[in-house]
C-alpha cells in the first residue's frame, strides 16, 4: 500500500490544519490507519488511530479534544482535523496502516505495515 499524507503547512498557535492521508489501492479501506509525528531530536510518537470502519478512534492525551481523525472509504482517504494548534505540535507528520490492528486501530507503532512519506506542520509562537 502506497500512501500519500498532506496539508502539511506553517500555522500561527491556535490556528487550525487538516492533513489527509490517501491511497490508491482499495484494500486501504480494509485497514486502521494512524497518525504519528516526529519533532526534531525526538522519537516518533502517536497520535492518532481510526479502525477500517471508522467507528473507533483513539488519541494520545496531549492531542484529544483538540485533533479529530476521521475516513472516507469512498474516497480511500484518513483526515487528521487539528485545531488550537501548539507550539509543540511541530513535528514531520506521518501516516501509516495496521492489519494487526484493524478493528480496533492501534496505537504501536510495530502493528502498522506501511508509512507515508511525512508531511511538515510548523506552528509559530
Known amino acids: 500500500v502506497q500512501l500519500q499524507a498532506s496539508g502539511g503547512g506553517l500555522v500561527q498557535a491556535g490556528g487550525s490544519l487538516r492533513l489527509s492521508c490517501s491511497a490508491s489501492?482499495?484494500?486501504?479501506?480494509?485497514?486502521?490507519v494512524g497518525w504519528f509525528r516526529q519533532a526534531p531530536g525526538k522519537e516518533r510518537e502517536f497520535v492518532a488511530t481510526?479502525?477500517?470502519?471508522?467507528?473507533?478512534?483513539y488519541y494520545a492525551d496531549s492531542v484529544k479534544g483538540r485533533f479529530t481523525i476521521s475516513r472516507d472509504n469512498v474516497k480511500n482517504t484518513v483526515y487528521l482535523q487539528m485545531n488550537s494548534l501548539k507550539p509543540e505540535d511541530t513535528a514531520i507528520y506521518y501516516c501509516?496502516?495496521?492489519?494487526?490492528?484493524?478493528?480496533?486501530?492501534?496505537?504501536?507503532?510495530?502493528?502498522?505495515?506501511?508509512w507515508g512519506q511525512g508531511t511538515q506542520v510548523t506552528v509559530s509562537s
Open positions: 489501492e482499495r484494500t486501504f479501506s480494509s485497514y486502521a
Open positions: 481510526i479502525n477500517w470502519s471508522g467507528g473507533r478512534t
Open positions: 501509516a496502516v495496521a492489519w494487526r490492528g484493524r478493528n480496533s486501530g492501534s496505537y504501536s507503532r510495530s502493528d502498522y505495515d506501511y
